[in-house]
């Protein structure tokens, strides 16, 4: 039987500290559901002192969690620990993750400190949370870069003072696989009482080793691992959660694996990089949409002949259905509602009969309507905003003023504008520029097709700034004009 391995989710705390794609609460409940249907053992819901935002979104999810572990990370202060315990109240299962970092360069540079008088602060903030709960993390920040003799004597100090679950973080991505392996080995070795705490890792991806730390970790006695969706994370990222997982359901000689039903990770995958605007790129691991693409003819032919030649995986395992009905013009209303039954969406039979509707147009647009377009048709509903287009006009060509006609509605009020620009995009936005009156500055324009051809939907990632905040937008169509004002107006929504 094999050993069991914890899964501990960071993806709404570490992997929501990517500038720009913060959550709001209610899309944090739709990924914490995602997860605890993923089977994940703890869900970090936030840093309750940092933002009253993120104190009601683990509020709120402590609510509506009933299988995993809610966690609220803390650092090593009273007064962060009580507010932490505070947002926790209505966790049915309730852990608390607090520490301080043991590196030299923190204890002197960050903390002006020295090691005694930082492992008397380990000790004491362990305490202090083992008084609110039983569950107690304790994380040494920058781990990897800290002495193994001195990181030892913390790690056995805070397991005497209570500690649960002790976190080793690679905090900036700077050990290699066989570096961070040693440093856990070293602690298991060293550390007396090791066994009564989970040993855990937590990599980051700067130079792209975070899930061979991770498993290098866990061969050498971790039993918890710090990962998030799509390895999302500030900087270079986080471990991935599917590229750790997969990677033990198919090296089933180590003995390891996880509670994860993996046939929820490709679904959960495309939730979090729409709710937090950040495409997926083509070959990402496991998950990327050439993951189990093969042009190669040799490739093609070996895969043809027996799926194992070339393919480690069978795309079924995480949930994709190589097998799904195709979608067109022809398609009716049950092919429709399978579909999205597969990718987890469950609609009204009002809201299904809207849906078709849209869905009809873009059938007529393309040849195939693929999931990537029923996503983006499930995106563009909900709620009223504060800004909608109503029609726009563009004209475009070689060597003729690029000219666009602009019809709004701001807050119930039908306005209009003509612009130029030096091409139908920035004719757009000008139009809308001139209609709202607001300063807005774009700083970063991404388009991304979805499939291939001249009939794709693209999607655009857009980042405007106003008022020295940046904000993100997002919108598909097969029009890209049409596309980039979608993305301009839902970042102008944000702050309207």
């Known amino acids: 039987m094999s050993e069991r391995l914890f899964i501990f989710d960071t ?4 992997g929501e500290q990517v500038p720009g794609c913060q959550l709001t609460t209610i899309e944090k409940l739709e990924v914490a559901k995602s997860l605890e249907a993923l089977g994940v053992d703890v869900i970090e819901a936030g840093f309750p002192i940092s933002s009253p935002g993120d104190f009601k979104s683990v509020e709120e999810i402590s609510k509506v969690v009933t299988s995993p572990i809610v966690c609220a990370l803390t650092r090593g202060i009273e007064k962060d620990i009580d507010v932490a315990y505070e947002a926790l109240h209505f966790a049915k299962r309730k852990r608390i993750h607090t520490g301080i970092g043991t ?3 923190h204890i002197r540079y960050k903390f002006n400190s020295n090691r005694e008088e930082i492992l008397e602060r380990a000790i004491a903030a362990t305490k202090y949370a083992k008084k609110y709960v039983e569950d107690v993390e304790f994380y040494c920040e ?6 193994n003799e001195y990181l030892a004597r913390v790690v056995e100090a805070v397991i005497k003072a209570g500690a649960t679950v002790v976190n080793i973080p690679d905090t900036t991505g700077y050990c290699l696989p066989d570096e961070f392996g040693a440093k856990i080995k070293y602690l298991f070795d060293h550390v007396d009482g090791i066994h009564k705490a989970v040993i855990s890792t937590h990599c980051h991806n700067d130079l792209g080793m975070a899930t061979a730390n991770t498993l290098a970790g866990v061969m050498n006695g971790a039993r918890q691992v710090e990962v998030t969706i799509n390895g999302v994370g500030e900087r270079a990222g986080n471990t991935a959660l599917e590229e750790v997982v997969m990677a033990l359901r198919c090296r089933k000689e180590l003995n390891i694996d996880t509670a994860i039903d993996t046939k929820h990770i490709y679904h959960t995958s495309r939730i979090v990089s729409n709710l937090m605007n950040m495409p997926i790129q083509m070959n990402k691991a496991v998950v990327g ?5 093969h042009s190669s003819g040799i490739h093609q032919d070996g895969v043809l002949k027996n799926l194992r030649t070339y393919e480690i995986m069978d795309p079924k395992d995480i949930g994709i259905d190589d097998n799904m009905i195709v979608l067109t013009a022809r398609s009716g209303r049950a092919a429709l509602r399978h579909r999205l039954g597969t990718l987890g969406y469950e609609v009204t039979n009002e809201q299904l009969d809207d849906l078709y509707n849209k869905f009809l147009v873009l059938a007529d647009q393309k040849k195939e309507v693929l999931d990537d377009d029923i996503r983006m048709l499930m995106g ?8 909608e287009v109503i029609s726009l006009q563009v004209v475009s060509g070689k060597n003729i003023n690029h000219e666009a006609d602009l019809v709004l509605s701001v807050h119930g ?3 209009e504008a003509k612009a130029f620009g030096n091409g139908p995009v920035d004719a757009a936005i000008n139009a809308l520029k001139a209609i709202l009156q607001e300063k807005m500055t774009l700083c970063e324009f991404t388009i991304q097709s979805i499939s291939k051809g001249s009939n794709d939907v693209g999607k655009v990632h857009m980042q405007v700034e106003h008022n020295g905040k940046v904000y993100f937008g997002f919108g598909a169509n097969t029009d890209i004009v049409e596309a980039s004002l979608e993305a301009y107006v839902d970042a102008v929504n944000k702050f309207m």
């Open 11 to 14: 993806t709404l705390r570490d």
């Open 103 to 105: 590196s030299d360069l």
């Open 142 to 147: 920058d781990a990897g870069r800290t002495d």
């Open 289 to 293: 949409r050439n993951a189990f693409a």
């Open 380 to 387: 563009k509903g909900g709620g009223e905003k504060a800004v």
């Open 413 to 415: 009020v039908t306005k």
